[in-house]
């Protein structure tokens, strides 16, 4: 959108306000569809916490009836959750070694850029050089 000046015409004025309200537009459908994805997210939390705690549920009655029925010790039993479930822990990161740059292409110009110098923008991910146009 060009600036204005002090001798803008009138027609610079209207164009400049017109582009300034299709761009106010994108951003306002940008939003709405941002503001879906959040709730589809929500939504997947919800069910995902229900399932989790459907598991937890069956595994503690597999596991109760198999203490009962004499299948399994107790002891065995815990040792052996608490083994699988240590194993399952992220292991801690190696110092000096550098985490990978995650890396993603710019929407303007095409070029694979470090993503965190990206610029989000209507038209998409946008490097730091070509934002600087906008």
Sequence with gaps: MPKLGWF?????ERSAI???HETLEYMAEADMGIAEQ???LFELDRKQ????AELKAMLLAV????????VVAEEKLVEKITSTLDELKPKPEKKGEPKPVR???CASCGKDVPANSTNYTETGEVCDACFSGY
């Design 8 to 12: 803008s015409t009138e027609w610079s």
């Design 18 to 20: 017109n582009d300034a």
């Design 38 to 40: 959040i709730g589809k």
């Design 49 to 52: 916490g229900q399932q989790i």
């Design 63 to 70: 596991s109760g009836l198999l203490v009962e029925t004499g």
């Design 103 to 105: 890396m993603t292409r």
